[in-house]
């Protein structure tokens, strides 16, 4: 492939990534297609990497209640706890907990994953279904914070996660769409799905760390490093667009692009 048309066809990839990552659209979903329409045969590693700099934008984003929880883990193990403190712990047992079923499903999914790559209407009806989770948290009522989310509350969102790892359905979408029909208000479901994905980026990266070996061969290091950096501005941009959205009520929004997509992938793909 011409080094010219790589690099710009990993932007497009990248672009792909950071603007469907943390927007309810299934970055998977929207990759997956993206390779299958241009012919852009990266391997799954190169997809991996994209969402290591998504990651790096979710860090940025959060920095202030991630410094917040390693501080408040720190005070709990040296006992030198402060008020709030116990708030921090709990929600560290919960997004470990999360991170637990998230893992177990994901494995267990992973078989699925695989064809559904190659058969894209697969891909068409899990927009559908997105689709349909984003209307119904318009219906959702907010009952509660952090300091009143159960065990119950971590499992189900968790599930979200790990049911998240098949292309189209969106990661983002299936854990606040859960947080939000578990009662968390809107803040808090956000947040708590942003720091949950941080686990399960690292997670996958180490998993597929495998197919580095072949990462050189199938494409270039400059349209490597071309797709990382435009994934990371885009992504950061559709952090703090989202949230934004969230907090207005008007998650649902995204379920008039997704209806349409997933009919159209239905008949054309």
Sequence with gaps: MDTIREIALSCLLGLVQGATEFLPVSSSGHIELAKHLFQFPAPQLYTILLHLATLLAVAIAFHKKIIELLAGLFRIATGRKREGDDILGRLWLLLLLSTAITAGLAIV????????????????????????????????????????????????????????????ISRSGATIGAALGMGLD??????????????????AFLFDLKDASSLGVEISVPALIAGMVTAFLTGLLAIYFLLKLIKSGKFYLFSFYLVPLGVAVLLFA
């Design 186 to 203: 809107r803040a808090a479901a956000a947040e708590y799905s942003f720091l949950l994905s941080i686990p399960a980026i690292l997670g």
């Design 109 to 168: 999914l992973s078989r699925v994953n695989d064809s559904m790559v190659a058969e894209p209407k697969l891909i068409g009806i899990a927009f559908l279904v997105t689709g349909a989770l984003l209307v119904f948290t318009a219906f959702f009522k907010e009952r509660k914070n952090y300091g009143k989310m159960n065990l119950l509350d971590s499992i189900v969102i968790g599930a979200a996660q790990g049911v998240g790892v098949l292309p189209g």
